[in-house]
């Protein structure tokens, strides 16, 4: 915590209150641990660039520009479980990680088009690698193996 602001001026403020409430609105576990980490912005520039990003974010949904939908399933477990040797996982778990992949290709692909009208948030993206080869190597090995217990149960 900053030497500035202290705990009992983020209690006057209500702040953690202000993070509990927000976290009530995340879809996952990992969403809602990362906001009760906030912490107030002390740093003049990096305040005015996340108000930057927020700002291009609310005005998207004013105008033909609109954020494509960015929801993310929590895959935690499954990247856990790929570093364990001799472990798997099950097509399902694959298939999340495609779902991710391909949401977040969409937003890479979304603010490259409109990096004019998105500036900050293309900014915030750009150092982000696209997954289409992840996407890929998944989708043969599933479509491979559903192709062969299709056929198997015929």
Not at 8 to 33: H, M, P
Not at 42 to 64: D, M, P, R, V
Not at 103 to 115: A, C, D, I, P, S
Request: contains cysteine; negative net charge.
């Amino acid at each position: 915590m900053s030497s500035k602001i202290t705990n009992k001026t983020l209690n006057d403020l209500e702040f953690f209150t202000v993070l509990a409430r927000i976290s009530g609105y995340c879809t996952t576990s990992l969403g809602k641990e990362n906001v009760l980490k906030i912490e107030p912005i002390t740093n003049k520039a990096n305040l005015l660039e996340k108000l930057q990003q927020t700002n291009e974010y609310l005005a998207s949904f004013q105008n033909e520009n609109k954020i494509p939908n960015h929801h993310f399933e929590e895959i935690t477990k499954e990247i856990h479980i790929l570093g364990i040797e001799d472990s798997f996982l099950e097509a399902p778990s694959f298939q999340q990680i495609v779902s991710i992949s391909n949401t977040v290709n969409e937003l890479l692909k979304f603010f490259k088009k409109f990096k004019a009208y998105h500036p900050h948030l293309y900014a915030f993206s750009e150092p982000v690698d696209a997954t289409s080869v992840i996407v890929e190597h998944i989708d043969k090995i599933i479509n491979r193996l559903s192709s062969f217990w299709f056929t198997k149960s015929l």
